[in-house]
T-cell receptor, first 113, second 114 residues
Framework: EDQVTQSPEALRLQEGESSSLNCSYT??????LFWYRQDPGKGPEFLFT???AGEEKEKERLKATLTKKESFLHITAPKPEDSATYLCAVPRRAGGGADGLTFGKGTHLIIQP | KAGVTQTPRYLIKTRGQQVTLSCSPI?????VSWYQQTPGQGLQFLFE???????NKGNFPGRFSGRQFSNSRSEMNVSTLELGDSALYLCATSIGGGYTGELFFGEGSRLTVL
């Protein structure tokens, strides 16, 4: 069964203190890895899709990278508004069609002013 | 452009009752997926509908069911509620057709079972 493990479970940073969140996966035939952000009381919001090892995507202070076994979400000089739970996900199984996503349990990120 | 709309946002039920949740997708989105989110298990896939057909189903008991209408709106139903069904139920939509992991989520329906 596909597994997605995120670490750390929670992370508290000072404003401006850069760090990285980890997402490791065990999937045969990866068809993409997805990062989402979830604010309290809201549904997840899509951030990035990564398809192949070595690929990188950036958005404001966030950069997502992918290797053959894990993905990192790097956050550079974070601001308090970056506080959220960050989720990674992979497709549930190989093949075509919309098979749903398997999500990690997320990293709860708090940026203190 | 209006987002994904879920109703009701909050509801309280007692064990043994049933509940129906509704999801209206973004205009033009034909795929609707449902997820259950709990603190212990995180986000778990329930099922996905496209053009009124269920294409995939997660590992949930038959008490969980859904349907999709011709206008792409979807409902999910949980019968014979159990305490463990207390969760945030999230609807996610996409244009559909081929696979995409770029889903647009609603704000969810928070169900409390007493």
């Amino acid at each position: 069964e596909d597994q997605v493990t995120q670490s750390p479970e929670a992370l508290r940073l000072q404003e401006g203190e850069s760090s990285s969140l980890n997402c490791s996966y065990t999937v045969s035939g990866l068809r993409g890895l997805f990062w989402y952000r979830q604010d309290p009381g809201k549904g997840p919001e899509f951030l990035f899709t990564l398809y192949s090892a070595g690929e990188e995507k950036e958005k404001e202070r966030l950069k997502a990278t992918l290797t053959k076994k894990e993905s990192f979400l790097h956050i550079t000089a974070p601001k308090p508004e970056d506080s959220a739970t960050y989720l990674c996900a992979v497709p549930r199984r190989a093949g075509g069609g919309a098979d749903g996503l398997t999500f990690g349990k997320g990293t709860h990120l708090i940026i203190q002013p | 452009k209006a987002g994904v709309t879920q109703t009701p946002r909050y509801l309280i039920k007692t064990r043994g009752q049933q509940v129906t949740l509704s999801c209206s997708p973004i205009s033009g989105h034909r795929s609707v997926s449902w997820y259950q989110q709990t603190p212990g298990q995180g986000l778990q896939f329930l099922f996905e509908y496209f053009s009124e057909t269920q294409r995939n189903k997660g590992n949930f008991p038959g008490r969980f069911s859904g349907r999709q209408f011709s206008n792409s709106r979807s409902e999910m139903n949980v019968s014979t509620l159990e305490l463990g069904d207390s969760a945030l139920y999230l609807c996610a939509t996409s244009i559909g057709g081929g696979y995409t992991g770029e889903l647009f989520f609603g704000e969810g329906s928070r169900l409390t079972v007493l």
